[in-house]
């Protein structure tokens, strides 16, 4: 068995505000195994990533969210252009990741042409549509679940993010080829270093503002959760509804009582997670998503939604809580509960543990040995 491999990497149609940090963390595990990595990339707006060991090549993309079928037409087009740089590109195993469950040709191409197809997904696109309210979505939550059974099919292997995803998504006759494949956390990097009692904001956010992520509910929340003057949250991320967030905060006549930080650099993101007691995640669907596992490494309590993988992370009572709904009233219920809890900081201990003991660079090294079924790392 090789202990090393020349990888391809194929990542998803991504919005000019979506973040390169998954991915980046991925190939930082990849390059474990690699003896070259070639990247094949979409983003709106072109990419800011430079990586002597990898080779990047940009697809050029159209992203049209409406309507539909100039959408298809674009993701279609996209699929032959990724198709026809993968022709042309050396490497043996092809890793489709972070929004390429629908990637078709391309997997179907791999699997005809004798490479490992590995599919890393962090949710069915089939689910997520399907929350639409249109009239069209379920006639495309049903073309997505089509096309979601061939390429889940055709893969070598099926890379869910993580254990519980299985049962979630149904996914479970392609049990045989499972292997989870979550990420890491910095563990050097991101540390508690300041009691969760003594930290400056109650409450905080930290994501994209966008409708999917929760975040107008969490600003609405926070007129009752902020009741007393002398109370503070904060909101770090950046995103579309950046002004709609000011302008619930200042209905609410709390706009000096949240600090909004903007974008952020991730280096500098534990010396904010430190100042903040309870993150709050109220996302209508995540995958596993990083700012939880930041959070939970930062000794932050996490109140989330139970969405996608985060019931693996979240316990509800031992290592953070579960939301019952998006809605304002229960992220102010759910905030509640947390903090009448008899031990809170027992609860960030117990999250802290759980990350060094899971979601520590060198774990997710081994899990992606399996993945590629390669027993050891590359020394």
Same mark, same amino acid.
Not at 63 to 78: M, T
Not at 234 to 260: F, K, N
């Given at each position: ?105 391309? /997997?179907?191409? @791999?699997? $005809? *042409? ?6 890393? &997904? #962090? +949710? ?102 902020l009741s007393d003057p ?5 909101? /770090?991320?950046? @995103?579309? $509804? *950046? ?6 905060? &200042? #209905? +609410? ?75 304002p009233e229960a992220i ?48």
């Amino acid at each position: 068995m090789r202990s090393q491999r020349d990888l391809v990497l194929i990542t998803g149609r991504w919005r000019k505000d979506s973040s390169l940090y998954p991915a980046e963390k991925l190939i930082t595990i990849l390059k474990a195994y690699a003896d070259s990595i070639t990247w094949i990339a979409t983003k709106e707006g072109g990419l800011d990533y430079h990586d002597d060991c990898v080779h990047l090549i940009e697809v050029p993309d159209r992203l049209v969210e409406e309507p539909f079928y100039l959408n298809l037409f674009y993701h279609i087009l996209h699929q032959l252009r990724v198709l026809s740089l993968l022709v042309r590109t050396r490497g043996d195993t092809v890793v489709f990741a972070f929004g390429s469950d629908l990637c078709l040709l391309p /997997i179907i191409f @791999g699997r $005809l *042409a004798g490479k490992e197809v590995i599919l890393r &997904s #962090d +949710g069915r696109p089939s689910k997520v549509y399907g929350m639409g309210k249109d009239q069209a979505a379920p006639i495309i939550e049903r073309m997505f679940w089509l096309i979601e059974r061939i390429t889940y099919a055709t893969a070598s292997r099926l890379v869910p993010e993580s254990p519980v995803m299985v049962s979630r998504y149904h996914l479970e006759r392609y049990q045989h080829k499972i292997e989870t494949g979550g990420l890491y956390v910095d563990t050097g990097l991101f540390i508690s270093i300041k009691e969760v009692e003594k930290r400056r904001f109650r409450v905080g956010y930290v994501g994209r503002l966008s409708e999917e992520k929760g975040v107008l509910a969490f600003a609405e929340s926070l007129s009752t959760i902020l009741s007393d003057p002398g109370e503070e949250a904060m909101i /770090i991320g950046y @995103g579309h $509804l *950046a002004p709609v967030v000011a302008r619930i905060l &200042s #209905d +609410g006549g709390i706009q000096h009582q949240v600090l909004c930080t903007g974008r952020i650099e991730n280096r500098d993101l534990p010396r904010y997670l430190n100042e903040i007691q309870m993150v709050v995640l109220p996302s209508a669907f995540e995958g596993l998503p990083n700012v939880v596992l930041e959070a939970m490494a930062c000794g932050c309590a996490v109140l989330a939604t139970p969405v996608g993988g985060i019931p693996d992370l979240v316990h509800d009572g031992v290592t953070g809580f579960l939301l019952d709904d998006q809605s304002p009233e229960a992220i102010a219920r759910g905030i509640s509960r947390a903090y009448s809890h008899y031990d809170l900081a027992g609860i960030t201990e117990n999250a802290r543990h759980l990350i060094e003991q899971q979601y520590t660079f060198p774990a997710a090294v081994e899990r992606y040995g399996r993945v590629l079924g390669i027993p050891h790392p590359a020394k």
